[in-house]
């Protein structure tokens, strides 16, 4: 009964390999987060869409990208990892507008770079 | 800025003994506030919402404006509580319709028997 689903739960990538992490939810929300947490941080917030309006935070590098086909989908390009880039990245959803609506998120892509 | 700070990375109480996980935010304008809970090995889910005022698994949280806190409260704690927990922060997200959450960077809740 998941409802976000990320894949896979773990990526071992080279550095400076592209890697693209996938995630799906059966929710139908507007809204889809991605999220990047390094040990003992807070969840950084890359970016996000509302339906298909892509907003970036100022301080995403430019090495992340994202792509959202449709409302089920969205999906986390990394052009170049670097070492730097080794985090748990989460995935997360939620409806639209409102300021309490609850974000539900996936289990997490682990990616490490070698 | 927007920011949420959770000054503890790991707090450990006795069962049965009262916990409190504090938060602190920086907001501009009325903040939409949050508690969310990572248990081991699952996903991260909401606990509690401040305008709610309810009490979930025996949590209750409430906003002080005037301290711009939002600590997290038990009366008596379980070994089941053992987990991670992140304030979070909703705000406004600009140039966008949708809502951005705010996280701190956790503390770890540990229960002893």
């Known amino acids: 009964d998941a409802m976000v689903i990320q894949n896979p739960r773990y990526q071992v990538t080279q550095f400076g390999k592209p890697v693209t992490l996938s995630c799906s939810q059966t929710?139908?929300?507007?809204?889809m987060y991605w999220y990047q947490q390094k040990s003992s941080q807070a969840p950084k917030l890359l970016f996000h869409?509302?339906?298909?309006?892509?907003?970036n935070e100022a301080d995403t590098p430019d090495n992340f990208q994202s792509r959202r086909p449709n409302t089920s989908f969205c999906f986390l390009d990394i052009r170049s990892p670097g070492l730097g880039d080794a985090a748990m990245y989460l995935c997360a959803t939620s409806r639209s507008r409102g300021l309490n609506t609850e974000a539900f998120f996936g289990q997490g892509t682990r990616l490490t770079v070698v | 800025a927007q920011r949420v700070t959770q000054p503890e990375k790991l707090l450990s109480v006795f069962k049965g003994a009262p916990v409190e996980l504090k938060c602190n935010y920086s907001?501009?304008?009325?903040?939409?506030l949050f508690w969310y809970v990572q248990y081991s090995r699952q996903r991260l889910q909401l606990l509690l919402r401040?305008?709610s005022r309810e009490s979930i698994k025996g949590f209750t949280a409430d906003l002080n404006k005037g301290e711009t806190s939002f600590h997290l409260k038990k009366p008596f704690a379980q070994e089941e509580d053992s987990a991670m927990y992140y304030c979070?922060?909703?705000?406004?997200?600009?140039?966008?319709?949708?809502?951005?959450?705010?996280f701190g960077s956790g503390t770890r809740l540990s229960i002893r028997p």
């Open positions: 929710l139908n929300h507007n809204v």
């Open positions: 869409y509302y339906d298909k309006d892509f907003n």
């Open positions: 401040h305008i």
């Open positions: 907001y501009s304008g009325s903040p939409e």
């Open positions: 979070a922060l909703s705000s406004e997200a600009m140039y966008s319709s949708a809502s951005k959450i705010i």
